[in-house]
């Protein structure tokens, strides 16, 4: 018997190809399948055992490839349903490693009342509220009831607010929770400060982070390079959730090891950086080997302007294709590592734009693709190795669309 | 894969079990091959779960599953280790990378990449601490020997050099003969590299293992082809001071400072 290859394992089988298997088979072992009807009693129930093993090989791709870390990732990328658990799974069970999970913006608000309606006991999801900007609700958290009295010129400051939704989306800037869902005349609210919420760990920063688990396994005086990037990423060491890239130069002649940090948007606080160096100096700093710094990546501000040709069988709008663009691109720019990136034997890291090119390619159907070309950054620009590539203005300087074939 | 998976045992097979459940009209003529037939998909999904358990163990893994071990455990497999070598060496992942820094394991890490070419791999550093894993797997070291002199370096300095010896046992060198430009070989040929037969891939590869199996704050200066098995001895090594540059002399006829014995490829640092 042949021993089945990784790739056998992972691959699935359709309804169909499963179905037609089992008629040949069937008729193979002597039954009259070419006198088998549609609606026969054998067909019918052939198919329903074909559909149900069709359901179960996408469950044991998803099992087999959560062996392995790059396989399951890749499932998870690719959006297969399920498989993103399975790597959060993978990574705590095997490496130890816990998977950033989306937190929900919350902040404190302040209503007036420029009207004479009074509004009593409001509790905790009485009211809903809505920033006109994102069009992201948000519910009242306060564990005591609250009046807002008759104005006009009544105001109450600092009840909690949450938002309905996990996630970056529901983040607001000061001043952008602006809209009442919940009838409330002539009471007015705003955000004196901002909302922050964050995304689940992106696959990539999962895997990223496994791997460099394994730096701080290490008992020897001089941990591996990667133990710095590992401690810094490291919530539960550093107290802050805002790393999400760190990039440690630790090739040096002199014990020197320096470090650079950077959050989704880039730059981090000096704060941020205090509480990360002191998770890196207790738990990788050897003694008396190297000197360490760290310190906050700078931003590198990248705008792009690109060409689009798409066949008409899209049916998305202009607009919903620059905004599909522009959310990849910022998944992309939130990706690139500290000092760009480098091709072997190269000596400065960059931003490639084939890379640009090839993020805004991966947004579409390749039936509704055609072509994609980066006007500008013209070349390929260099990254200095205290930097982090973050992105700036988007521009469409054409989208075309072609009648499909 | 290393190790033959255990055959499923006790009653996991439809096709065996299931007769003892059926109707008369699914257990006799026609109605055998009809349930037959769709019990043989459940079992070859039951088989593609058991093995495809197995598949993410070592010992058990398909060829083609090692590579994904190989990145997941943080190791790179020699390009000609066999799949049971590799297995054991996967199974020691944790053991292995718990010394990572250190110059042992990232020695054994290279002997096992250049399996089975049965190498001595050295390493020193400025210090003139040196440590060896010699060819039967023995291990020595002396340290703060003071008689490493690379290019009377200025200041204390955290560099340190690999030094790895062919196997010269069946007659040719293992893993890399050494060579020299000729006839037989061809100027910018991307598959070849200067002054070994060692391919731009495996160059790359040792220079991946160095770089990650050593300590932060270190660079690697040069990883050395000694094909002399004499030569770097560490009471008595060659360099003395000089050897930044192949040779001296300014634009007149140029001593040579290195031995000729050794191929220099770059470490980690340049």
Redesign the interface.
């Known amino acids: 018997m042949t021993?089945?290859?990784?790739?056998d394992?992972?691959s699935t089988s359709s309804t169909t190809e499963?179905f037609d298997?089992?008629v040949d088979?069937?008729g193979q072992?002597?039954?009259p399948t070419t006198s088998w009807e549609e609606g026969d009693v054998?067909l019918t129930?052939?198919y329903t055992?074909?559909d149900l093993?069709a359901s179960?090989?996408r469950i044991?791709q998803k099992?087999?490839a959560a062996?392995?870390?790059?396989?399951i990732a890749g499932l998870a990328k690719d959006g297969v349903a399920g498989a993103y658990d399975w790597l959060v799974l993978l990574a705590d069970q095997?490496y130890g490693y816990t998977a950033a999970t989306a937190t929900f913006a919350s902040t404190f608000v302040t209503f007036e009342n420029t009207g004479g309606g009074l509004y009593q006991d409001q509790a905790a999801g009485d009211v809903t509220i809505r920033s006109s900007t994102s069009g992201k609700t948000y519910q009242i958290t306060n564990e005591t009831p609250f009046t807002i009295g008759s104005g006009p010129g009544f105001v109450i400051e600092d009840i909690p607010v949450t938002a309905d939704e996990a996630g970056s989306d529901s983040s607001a800037a000061a001043g952008e929770i602006d809209e009442l869902v919940t009838s409330l005349l002539g009471v007015t609210v705003t955000n004196p400060s901002f909302a922050v919420g964050t995304d689940a760990e992106s696959v990539d920063s999962i895997v990223q982070g496994?791997?460099e688990k394994?730096?701080t396994?290490?008992?020897?005086?001089?941990?591996?390079?990667d133990?710095?990037d590992s401690v810094a990423k490291d919530s539960s060491l550093t107290g802050t959730t805002a790393v999400s890239r760190s990039r440690?130069y630790?090739?040096?002649?002199?014990?020197?090891?320096e470090q650079y940090i950077a959050g989704p948007s880039g730059e981090l606080s000096s704060e941020v950086v205090a509480a990360v160096e002191q998770a890196v100096v207790s738990y990788?700093v050897?003694l008396a080997?190297?000197?360490y710094s760290l310190s906050s990546a700078v931003n590198l501000v990248q705008a792009v302007t690109y060409r689009l040709w798409l066949y008409d069988s899209i049916k998305l709008t202009q607009a919903e294709i620059e905004q599909l663009v522009e959310d990849g691109l910022l998944e992309f720019f939130r990706q690139r590592p500290i000092g760009g990136d480098f091709i072997?034997g190269d000596t400065t890291g960059r931003i490639y734009t084939s890379a640009i090119a090839g993020t805004i390619k991966a947004l579409f159907d390749p039936a509704d693709f055609i072509s994609v070309a980066i006007v500008s950054p013209a070349t390929d620009p260099s990254v200095v190795k205290n930097e982090v590539p973050v992105m700036g203005l988007v521009t469409a300087d054409l989208i075309s669309f072609s009648q499909a074939p | 894969?290393s190790t033959e998976i255990p055959r499923r045992q006790l009653r996991l097979y439809y096709r065996d079990e299931a007769g003892d459940f059926l109707p008369l009209w699914l257990s006799e003529g026609?109605g055998v091959?009809?349930w037959?037939?769709?019990g043989?998909?459940?079992d070859a999904?039951l088989d593609?779960?058991y093995?495809?358990?197995y598949?993410?163990h070592p010992a058990y893994?398909?060829?083609?599953?090692l590579r994904?071990?190989a990145?997941?455990?943080?190791l790179v497999r020699g390009p000609n280790e066999p799949a049971a070598v590799f297995a054991d060496r996967a199974l020691r992942w944790?053991d292995d990378?718990?010394?990572?820094?250190?110059p042992w394991?990232m020695m054994e890490q290279l002997r096992a990449y250049m399996f089975p070419a049965n190498v001595r791999i050295r390493t020193v550093d400025?210090r003139g601490n040196w440590f060896t894993i010699d060819r039967d797997g023995s291990r020595s070291y002396v340290l703060d020997s003071g008689t490493w002199n690379w290019d009377s370096?200025v200041?204390?300095?955290?560099?340190f050099w690999v030094i790895i010896y062919p196997d010269s046992s069946t007659g040719a060198y293992l893993p890399w003969q050494k060579t020299v430009w000729g006839p037989e070989r061809t100027w910018g040929d991307p598959s070849l590299t200067w002054g070994t037969t060692a391919t731009p891939a495996e160059v790359?590869a040792v220079r991946q293992i160095v770089?990650?199996?050593?300590?932060?704050?270190?660079?690697c200066?040069n990883i050395i082809i000694a094909y002399d098995d004499s030569s770097f001895d560490p009471a008595s090594p060659e360099p003395d001071g000089d050897w930044q540059l192949w040779g001296t002399g300014g634009n007149g006829p140029r001593t040579p400072n290195r031995l000729f014995s050794a191929r220099y490829w770059r470490g980690?640092?340049e």
Do not use: N
């Open positions: 021993t089945p290859t990784l790739d394992l992972l499963i298997f089992m088979l069937a072992l002597g039954l054998t129930e052939y055992s074909a093993a179960r090989d044991l099992y087999i062996g392995f870390l790059d396989l095997m496994c791997r394994l730096g396994l290490s008992v020897i005086e001089g941990p591996p390079e133990a710095y440690t630790a090739d040096s002649d002199t014990g020197e090891v990788a050897p080997l190297a000197t072997a | 894969m026609e091959a009809t037959w037939t769709a043989i998909v459940i999904q593609k779960a093995q495809g358990t598949a993410r893994a398909p060829e083609d599953a994904y071990i990145r997941d455990r943080g944790l990378h718990r010394l990572r820094g250190g394991a400025d370096p200041g204390r300095k955290t560099r790359a770089r990650v199996w050593k300590a932060g704050g270190t660079t200066k980690t640092g």
